[in-house]
């Protein structure tokens, strides 16, 4: 019985040596991190800020990607051209971003200005009570457009462009053209987000306030306006990630998708460390490798379905008990 | 202790023990006006369903069979107050200890619990699921407590979700594990009641359960649902009843010592580490035989409405609603929500079947627009419960923090028990001089 054991331990690992093996496990740790980063960094900078776990950041990202669908499917038609197609989901990126990042702002403004100075537990009740409406409307408007909640927007996923669906070898692998552009949009945002956060007057107040919030008041800053900013981009963030979850066959655009990519997202941001954008993009690259070789796992040798699920919420549950604070968060703030 | 027999202080020891019983009896006052409002429910809701205005009745009131819910899920939400409301720390994972519970009941009734056969007594299990969520919690709590504020909060959902997926997963608990199992109506109910005397025990479930015809003589019959009702009442009854007393005692002072300033109880000399991981077992243990109970009586368990997150909600919703930290809160919030979902639902006994019946045709596809009012019955109202409590609850979390009860104590100045009592009877007193 151990020997059987030991031996499809070693077999496991003479098959995952295999070069073919490792470039398709590290294209498909690329793609889900690149996800997950979109997913999670939004939520790193509000919780990173304000300390607010918004738990309706999942149906932002559902929101997200049915607005983004919503306007891919009116623009493309069956006669344009694949750059142009390109270009319209930039569009439609854009549009989601401006409308997600107002409509953040609102809520900021509303509903969670009144609760800062009361427990962290009535911010979480707060947006949790938000998850609940956001999702019911929702459905309601998707059942009103004649479309199946529950199942993915196959409309929204047939306006990809051509050369994204078809299929490229990269070293041996075949892959998607669309995971290979998922890579290329999580780094143009991790990019803008860094560059945003380290070269910009906001990106100071932001880095200052997550560091030290009282001193950062006390030199004149006004956070308050500064919380509005970060939840509302933090909110057009995840529309973002939305957007491009919606053209991915993994995910699609359907309403549980909210509660899909909040679990995410929160293993991500907890994982990455409070106030640490860094963290936050390591902790995606960490998860998604997980999910990968736990994936891979899964197909080829263990006959357990929710292997790559479940490995990713015990790697959560390892890492804040021996790093509580995260991986690059601030020692004193897992504490408390 | 033996009666004292023809001794002189004999009238002075009745009379002590029954200033006792006074005492008791007017601390329990108000939780014995609860039961007896909840025990005539069933009854009243009969009669009230046989008056000319009875079909509104039945919109508006939950069913017997839904009340049924109400009991179970409203001592897991208690349960879950017990933790989150009397400590502080949000056990956002609590859901685990339920849905173990839960489909510990379905699995040995299926035969595939090693140890425990499928004709282990319904109670003797009840108390095993208990003891399995103890177990649970105190492993979950023994490298959680290190945690505090949200990382408390994510690290029991992590291990909720872990046990969430597994469940989702496990070849184990049936063919497709995704749909849950299910005992079946075939075979016995479980008999809630003392173990070993059948006149002493009643049968639970919708379809299998014990039903009493005409009891009282006044044309009430109880059916399965009422007599499940009873039942699992009465063991939430018992359960409450433990935990208020826990609440009270010593042991409670210092969970709530721990909620308002932990650094101050360590302080003081409390093992705090301790006295957290104790509460959360006595918690997970509640949390445990709700779950027992609703495998109990629906004979069916699925991973949507066991391990979920969005289960673990519920008892949230209901706490808020009902009152965090009141333990008898969220029980009434639970009963507020279950209310609001029964009024919403798609079911013939909701309203939107109710308008379609009653209103006219004509104002049925009346309306501007292109928008008939059927229309706006159909989008807005035909099971949308959800969209109406989630505003509900935004709504308390920000004009109503302390929830029902909570508010109710804050108006009385002190705890329900004690002060309404004392309330009716100045009411009342003033009146007469």
């Known amino acids: 019985m151990t020997d059987a054991a030991v031996l499809s331990v070693v077999d496991v690992l003479v098959d995952l040596l295999e070069p073919t093996t490792l470039v398709r496990i590290l294209l498909d740790a690329l793609s889900k991190s690149a996800l997950y980063v979109l997913i999670a960094s939004g939520l790193s900078l509000i919780f990173g800020l304000m300390g607010v776990l918004n738990f309706a950041h999942g149906s932002l990202t559902m929101l997200g990607a049915y607005l983004g669908g919503a306007v891919m499917v009116a623009l493309v038609s069956g006669s344009t051209s694949e750059p142009v197609q390109l270009l319209l989901f930039f569009v439609a990126i854009a549009a989601t971003f401006a409308a997600l990042t107002l409509l953040g702002g609102a809520v900021e403004m509303t509903l969670i200005r009144p609760i800062y100075d009361r427990e962290p537990l009535f911010q979480i009740l707060l947006t949790f009570g938000l998850v609940l409406v956001l999702d019911e409307l ?199 | 202790m033996s009666e004292p027999t023809e001794t002189s202080d004999a009238p002075a020891v009745t009379d002590r023990r029954g200033a006792y019983v006074r005492r008791v009896l007017a601390d329990h006052a108000v939780h014995a006006a609860v039961v007896v409002a909840f025990a005539l429910y069933p009854i009243v809701y009969t009669v009230l369903g046989q008056t000319p205005l009875g079909s509104e009745f039945e919109v508006f009131l939950p069913r017997v069979h839904a009340m049924v819910a109400v009991l179970y899920i409203g001592l897991f939400a208690m349960s879950f107050d017990f933790i989150s409301g009397y400590t502080g720390y949000l056990s956002f994972g609590h859901a685990l200890f339920y849905g173990s519970g839960a489909y510990l009941v379905v699995l040995t009734a299926t035969d595939k619990v090693p140890l425990l056969g499928p004709d282990t007594p319904f109670m003797l299990l009840i108390l095993v699921a208990g003891l399995v969520a103890v177990a649970l919690a105190l492993a979950v709590g023994a490298v959680s407590f290190r945690l505090s504020g949200v990382y408390f909060a994510m690290i029991t959902l992590g291990f909720a979700e872990v046990a969430h997926v597994f469940i989702r997963n496990w070849d184990h608990v049936g063919s497709n594990p995704r749909d849950g199992a299910s005992i079946g109506a075939a075979g016995d109910a479980f008999a809630v009641g003392v173990p070993g005397i059948d006149a002493l025990q009643v049968g639970i479930g919708r379809l299998v359960g014990d039903e009493f015809g005409d009891v009282f003589g006044i044309g009430v019959e109880f059916g399965t649902a009422e007599v499940s009702y009873y039942a699992i009442g009465a ?32 302080a003081v000399g409390y093992d705090v580490f301790r006295f957290k991981l104790a509460a959360f077992a006595i918690s997970g ?28 909600a519920e008892a949230l919703l209901a706490a808020i609603v009902g009152g965090f930290g009141t333990l008898a809160g969220p029980l009434f919030g639970y009963l507020f929500n279950a209310s609001v979902e029964g009024v919403l639902s798609t079911e013939p006994h909701g309203i939107a079947r109710y308008l379609r019946d009653v209103l006219s045709e004509s104002t ?19 099971g949308r419960a959800d969209l109406y409590l989630g505003i509900v609850f935004i709504l308390f979390v920000l004009y109503v923090p302390r929830g029902i009860l909570g508010t109710l104590r804050d108006r009385l100045g002190g705890h329900v028990a004690d002060r309404l009592p004392e309330r009716v009877r100045s009411r009342f007193r003033g009146r007469n001089e």
């Open chain 2, 364 to 382: 049925l596809s009346a309306g501007a627009g292109g928008v008939t009012v059927a229309d706006v019955i159909n989008v807005l109202v035909d």
């Open chain 2, 285 to 312: 243990f509640f949390a445990g035989v709700a779950g027992a109970l609703f495998a109990g009586y629906r004979r069916t368990v699925a991973p949507g409405n066991t391990f979920d997150l969005f289960f673990t």
């Open chain 1, 138 to 336: 929702a459905r309601i408007a998707v059942e009103l457009y004649g479309l199946q909640p529950r199942s993915d927007w196959q409309a929204a996923l047939g306006t990809a462009p051509g050369f994204l669906s078809s299929r490229y070898t990269v070293a041996g692998v075949t892959t998607r053209g669309l995971y290979l552009f998922e890579v290329l949009i999580g780094a143009l945002v991790v990019a803008a987000i860094w560059a945003f956060l380290t070269r910009t007057r906001y990106g100071l107040y932001i880095r200052s306030g997550s560091e030290d919030s009282e001193m950062t008041r006390a030199l004149g800053i006004d956070v308050r306006r500064t919380f509005t900013v970060v939840f509302g981009l933090g909110s057009g963030l995840a529309g973002l990630a939305g957007v491009v979850l919606m053209w991915d066959p993994r995910f699609g655009a359907s309403v549980p998708l909210s509660v899909e990519t909040l679990l995410v997202a929160f293993v991500v941001v907890i994982i990455g460390g409070l106030g640490s954008f860094r963290g936050t993009v390591v902790a995606a690259g960490v998860v998604g490798l997980t999910d990968a070789l736990m994936t891979w796992l899964f197909i080829n040798h263990v006959d357990f379905a929710g292997l790559p699920e479940m490995v990713t919420f015990l790697v959560l549950v390892a890492v804040l008990i021996v790093r509580p604070q995260g991986l690059y968060g601030i020692a004193e703030v897992g504490g408390h």
């Open chain 2, 235 to 266: 063991v939430v009854l018992v359960c409450y009843l433990l935990m208020q007393r826990i609440i009270h005692s010593p042991f409670g002072r210092v969970m709530i010592a721990i909620r308002e300033n932990e650094e101050r109880a360590r």
